[in-house]
């Protein structure tokens, strides 16, 4: 019998290590690093990431003449694994650029270790400020910067009658992202005399479920508009929440990000009315978006996202980054990256050379019941306004 | 909004956050007092009893149906597992069970993810429950109070199944002094497996319960897990009545510190814990006890 | 109490040549495998191997189970981080003195209060300051960077008497510099172990009560043990952040430290040596899994299950295991 027990065992044990990937090398192909969360509380969100860079490479085939080889590697949200998977990725695995990440405490990590690691860093879902000029080697393509989406969603609340007269309640999660576009809201929304109705803004811990206390807060201090910036995933919780204790009925939600649509798919009617600033969705309307949401339909089953529209448009500015560069080397790779564009589905985004982060266009959504669409969604993001890219910052110092 | 209103939407809050706060620690404290196993896949539980209830909703079933099959289904699962792995390492140092549980919870989460993926789930509500009620000044969500009915009945269920049945009388005995109960001819076998699957049943519930009340995902369940260790052991290991009283407790410390100082909200409670622990061992009502 | 002494185990000679010959392979490896992902993951194995030694002391040796003995490695990551960043960048030493010190006077109250009860009660009594220390240095965003993590961190020289040895910046240098303090924590608390006073901690892990019957205060070395556990956690720390240049609180959240507690489990409790063996199968574990699969938790947990159930003394009960194989 315990023979028995421990053959088993030692086969499961030394099955699981012997099972290496078989990665039968043809062409020495160019390796790319993705780093993407796939466990923990944004692991949709890392899913979506994955899809969209995928996509890109898929798209674009071969780099230099040889075959692009993807190495997808799961951060849980966590810094100091973040930065092992990344040396992982570029010491063992040889590859010559990393690219993805979501959550601004893993991006400003592994742009801490970068000049250990030696290679181009470009991030598609980080939001916080600080990357502005941080590193030659890091750089910014995809999702709109904090400063950015503030600008756009004061800009939005203005040019919106049912949002202009409204006083706000300002709730953010605890980390740096949350604070700094809490923080931006409230400085901006100041200087254009929109009203705040709690100036030192709530934080709430990023595990928060029950949101409950925070809603009696909003309801208790009076105010008819709320102003969020939590994680994405998170917007239809906080949402649903919201609906169940009547606050939609009179307040106005506005997102500081906007919410991923497999989430507002599963909040339901609660996550209708929610506006946000963002740089796409699919009601954006132009050939190149309406191409690229149907490629990603037939390919993945999955409704287009932002997230993955932003690593599929920051992919593309990394593969022809390369191709531009010529080689794989990563101060060539990082001077070609600078100035570049891309002309994707949330039309032309170009790096900026002087900062390495993106310069793009916005537009600010409603989410509402969705017209008939080829992707079954129920609730969709309506685009209300587009603001271009040189209304929307960044500060004067990187122009 | 007036200071009533205020004051009820925070005890409103405070004790729905307890009852589900309470029905978790109660099966948890349940297993621990009968077996002596600190089961750390708890939470994992109460997440597997979450999924189980959005899918039989999703799939046509009446909610409070749901909330009736579900939790018997993860007792089901609870049987399996103490069976299987549990039984095993009974008579060894707590130390082993802990960490087999933990390599459980990693387990029971991965086939999570596995099969439900990572995007959050909400449990679809009759249409009655999604009113609003007003009552004194404020509004207050049907579903909310249903849910706060729903912890009351479980927990006189289970006053009653403990209190009653000839069943429950066994298991408190065993609780007590197992020696004694396994010597007038009680097979302990029995006793174990069925104070795990009672808290496991406990744990059923609560999930479907937090289902609509907050957001399913795959790892809703840690901080579950640790929010019942706070409330067990404020309420004394072992200790049902203490479990309820703490539960109560911790949903209102919690409740007006995230109203009224929302940074300082959890330490306040770990602190709460330690001292206790450190001055009161015994829980609350000085019926806990550790072996 | 003079009989346990006596009946101890000197140590054999064939000991010291194996531990001599794993420190000769462990010193040559950076230049043997020069590829710095290696280097990395056997130095995080190494500082690990020294917090789940410390954790062993505690756990085989006292018989107290702590949930969160991460979070000493995580205060001593932070002082030994903010030391280097606002008070003297360059001063290596001192910043690591800080770090163990702080985290000695920080445990030092946290213990006198634990040691009052035992078991499992002490165990959750881990779990309950583990929580609010972590708490804490999550939402002290102006000192800590809250979420974000402490970031910034300077590399200094490594000077003895003098001599820059190189920077800490560099992987190897600061592989040689781990291995060299693991290796002197390994010896001081071998030694330490096994002497009278190591004695005592095994008498109060076999019983307590018949330990304070032949007049030992029981309370008082499990707070020795305790504190000492602290401060070699804390060294750990000091070593993790100048590896890792980066500390967030996820390092010190709760599940982070029943991944330590694996570790002495996964390697065997009650050797020093077996954590070490276990901090490097863990690390090397959870990396593997996890890069070979989505569903790294599922076989992690299926490992550990495996491990408890079939290898519950863990990798030091593999050789006695075998043998018992053999005779069926």
């Known amino acids: 019998m315990k023979k028995a027990f421990l053959t088993t065992i030692l086969c499961v044990i030394a099955g699981a290590f012997l099972m290496v990937p078989n990665q039968a090398i043809a062409k020495d192909p160019v390796k790319i690093g993705v780093i993407v969360p796939l466990s923990g509380i944004v692991a949709q969100g890392g899913e979506e990431m994955k899809m969209g860079i995928q996509m890109a490479a898929e798209e674009k085939g071969t780099l230099l003449g040889r075959p692009i080889e993807l190495i997808v590697e799961d951060t849980q949200v966590k810094p100091p694994v973040a930065v092992s998977k990344a040396e992982k990725l570029v010491f063992k695995d040889g590859c010559k650029a990393l690219i993805g990440v979501f959550s601004s405490g893993v991006g400003l990590a592994i742009a801490k270790n970068i000049d250990r690691l030696n290679v181009p860093f470009l991030t598609t879902h980080v939001m916080t400020t600080k990357f502005y000029g941080l590193n030659?080697?890091?750089?910014?393509?995809?999702?709109?910067?904090?400063?950015?989406?503030?600008?756009?969603?004061?800009?939005?609340?203005?040019?919106?009658?049912?949002?202009?007269?409204?006083?706000?309640?300002?709730?953010?999660?605890?980390?740096?992202?949350?604070?700094?576009?809490?923080?931006?809201?409230?400085?901006?929304?100041?200087?254009?005399?929109?009203?705040?109705?709690?100036?030192?803004?709530?934080?709430?811990?990023?595990?928060?479920?029950?949101?409950?206390?925070?809603?009696?807060?909003?309801?208790?201090?009076?105010?008819?508009?709320?102003?969020?910036?939590?994680?994405?995933?998170?917007?239809?919780?906080?949402?649903?929440?919201?609906?169940?204790?009547?606050?939609?009925?009179?307040?106005?939600?506005?997102?500081?990000?906007?919410?991923?649509?497999?989430?507002?798919?599963?909040?339901?009617?609660?996550?209708?009315?929610?506006?946000?600033?963002?740089?796409?969705?699919?009601?954006?309307?132009?050939?190149?978006?309406?191409?690229?949401?149907?490629?990603?339909?037939?390919?993945?089953?999955?409704?287009?996202?932002?997230a993955a529209c932003h690593s599929y448009v920051g992919a593309m500015n990394l593969f022809n980054g390369i191709e531009k560069a010529g080689s794989t080397d990563p101060q060539e790779i990082a001077d070609a990256l600078r100035g570049i564009s891309f002309?994707?589905?949330?039309?032309?985004?170009?790096?900026?050379?002087?900062?390495?982060?993106?310069?793009?266009?916005?537009?600010?959504t409603e989410t509402k019941l969705a017209p008939p669409n080829p992707y079954d969604a129920k609730i969709y993001m309506k685009v209300l306004h587009t603001f271009p890219a040189e209304e929307l910052g960044p500060p004067a110092k990187w122009n | 909004m007036s200071f009533t209103a205020i004051a009820v939407d925070i005890i409103l809050n405070s004790l729905v956050l307890g009852g589900v706060l309470l029905i978790v620690a109660i099966g948890l404290n349940i297993i621990y007092g009968l077996s002596r196993v600190m089961n750390l896949a708890h939470g994992s539980l109460y997440a597997l009893g979450a999924y189980a209830g959005f899918t039989l909703v999703a799939s046509g079933l009446n909610y409070f149906a749901a909330l009736l099959v579900a939790p018997l289904l993860i007792a089901v699962v609870g049987l399996i597992i103490e069976r299987v792995i549990i039984v095993p390492v009974r008579k060894r140092s707590i130390v082993y069970t802990l960490i087999l549980t933990y390599g459980l919870m990693f387990f029971l989460d991965g086939l999570i993810k596995y099969f439900w993926g990572n995007e959050p789930r909400f449990i679809e509500l009759p249409q009655f429950m999604r009113q609003t009620l007003p009552i004194a000044g404020t509004h207050y969500p049907v579903f909310r109070l249903v849910t706060l009915l729903t912890t009351a009945v479980a927990m006189i269920g289970l006053m009653l199944f403990l209190g009653k049945t000839k069943l429950g009388i066994i298991l408190r005995a065993a609780s007590s002094i197992p020696e004694m109960v396994s010597c007038m001819g009680i097979n302990m076998t029995f006793v174990h497996a069925g104070a795990f699957a009672l808290g496991c049943v406990l744990a059923g519930i609560a999930g479907v319960i937090s289902g609509p009340l907050y957001t399913i995902d795959p790892i809703m369940g840690h901080e579950m897990l640790i929010s019942s260790f706070v409330v067990i052991v404020i309420g004394g290991l072992g200790s049902l009545r203490g479990a309820v009283l703490a539960a109560f407790l911790i949903g209102l410390v919690q409740t007006l510190a995230e109203f009224f100082v929302t940074d300082l909200a959890m330490v306040i409670v770990y602190m709460m814990m330690a001292l206790i622990l450190a001055f009161m061992p015994r829980g609350l009502l000085g019926e806990g006890r550790f072996e | 109490?003079?009989?346990?002494?006596?009946?101890?185990?000197?140590?054999?000679?064939?000991?010291?040549?194996?531990?001599?010959?794993?420190?000769?392979?462990?010193?040559?490896?950076?230049?043997?495998?020069?590829?710095?992902?290696?280097?990395?993951?056997?130095?995080?194995?190494?500082?690990?191997?020294?917090?789940?030694?410390?954790?062993?002391?505690?756990?085989?040796?006292?018989?107290?189970?702590?949930?969160?003995?991460?979070?000493?490695?995580?205060?001593?990551?932070?002082?030994?981080?903010?030391?280097?960043?606002?008070?003297?960048?360059?001063?290596?030493?001192?910043?690591?003195?800080?770090?163990?010190?702080?985290?000695?006077?920080?445990?030092?109250?946290?213990?006198?209060?634990?040691?009052?009860t035992g078991g499992l009660a002490f165990a959750l009594l881990t779990l309950a300051f583990g929580m609010m220390f972590y708490t804490i240095?999550?939402?002290?965003?102006?000192?800590?960077?809250?979420?974000?993590?402490?970031?910034?961190?300077?590399?200094?020289?490594?000077?003895?008497?003098?001599?820059?040895?190189?920077?800490?910046?560099?992987?190897?240098?600061?592989?040689?510099?781990?291995?060299?303090?693991?290796?002197?924590?390994?010896?001081?608390?071998w030694r330490i172990i096994h002497s009278p006073f190591g004695a005592v901690l095994e008498a109060i892990r076999e019983n307590e009560e018949r330990a304070s019957f032949v007049g030992i205060n029981v309370r008082r070395y499990k707070l020795y043990?305790?504190?000492?556990?602290?401060?070699?956690?804390?060294?750990?720390?000091?070593?993790?952040?100048l590896y890792r240049g980066y500390i967030g609180p996820t390092t010190m959240s709760a599940f982070a430290g029943a991944g330590v507690l694996m570790m002495v489990l996964v390697g065997g409790m009650g050797s020093l040596w077996g954590p070490i063996v276990g901090a490097g199968i863990f690390i090397f574990m959870q990396d593997y899994i996890s890069t070979m699969t989505e569903h790294w938790e599922l076989f992690v947990g299926l490992v550990v299950i495996m491990l408890v159930l079939f290898l519950p003394r863990g990798f030091i009960g593999l050789g006695d295991y075998l043998t018992r194989f053999r005779k069926e």
């Not at chain 1, 170009?350 to 537009?363: E, G, H, L, P």
């Not at chain 3, 190494?46 to 789940?52: E, F, M, P, Q």
């Open chain 1, 343 to 364: 002309n994707g589905p949330y039309g032309e985004v170009r790096i900026s050379a002087k900062d390495n982060c993106m310069r793009n266009s916005a537009v600010l």
């Open chain 3, 1 to 116: 109490m003079s009989e346990m002494v006596t009946k101890r185990r000197s140590t054999h000679p064939m000991k010291i040549v194996a531990l001599l010959i794993v420190v000769t392979c462990l010193t040559l490896f950076p230049f043997v495998v020069t590829n710095r992902f290696y280097i990395s993951l056997v130095n995080e194995m190494l500082i690990y191997g020294l917090l789940a030694m410390s954790l062993d002391v505690l756990l085989g040796y006292t018989g107290l189970l702590s949930f969160m003995h991460n979070a000493y490695l995580g205060l001593g990551a932070y002082v030994v981080g903010l030391f280097l960043i606002h008070v003297a960048p360059s001063s290596l030493w001192l910043a690591l003195l800080a770090g163990v010190v702080v985290t000695s006077v920080i445990a030092l109250p946290v213990g006198w209060v634990q040691v009052r």
């Open chain 1, 136 to 306: 030659p080697l890091v750089f910014r393509s995809g999702q709109l910067a904090n400063d950015q989406t503030a600008v756009g969603n004061v800009k939005g609340i203005l040019a919106t009658p049912d949002l202009k007269d409204r006083t706000y309640y300002v709730l953010v999660h605890d980390y740096a992202w949350g604070h700094d576009a809490g923080q931006r809201f409230v400085d901006l929304a100041k200087k254009n005399g929109i009203k705040i109705a709690n100036e030192d803004f709530d934080k709430a811990p990023i595990k928060t479920k029950d949101w409950s206390s925070y809603i009696s807060k909003i309801k208790a201090s009076g105010a008819d508009g709320v102003y969020i910036a939590l994680i994405t995933n998170v917007i239809p919780v906080f949402a649903k929440q919201a609906y169940d204790f009547g606050i939609q009925k009179y307040a106005r939600i506005v997102s500081g990000a906007a919410p991923g649509p497999v989430e507002l798919e599963a909040g339901g009617e609660a996550c209708v009315g929610i506006f946000g600033a963002s740089d796409w969705c699919w009601d954006v309307d132009n050939p190149i978006s309406d191409k690229w949401e149907s490629d990603f339909w037939k390919k993945f089953k999955t409704i287009p996202s932002d």
């Open chain 3, 137 to 189: 240095v999550w939402k002290w965003y102006s000192l800590t960077g809250g979420d974000d993590g402490l970031m910034g961190v300077p590399h200094p020289d490594i000077q003895v008497l003098g001599i820059t040895l190189g920077s800490s910046g560099n992987p190897t240098t600061m592989y040689l510099l781990s291995l060299c303090i693991v290796f002197i924590c390994f010896l001081l608390t």
């Open chain 3, 225 to 241: 043990g305790w504190m000492y556990a602290c401060m070699l956690a804390g060294v750990s720390g000091g070593l993790f952040i």
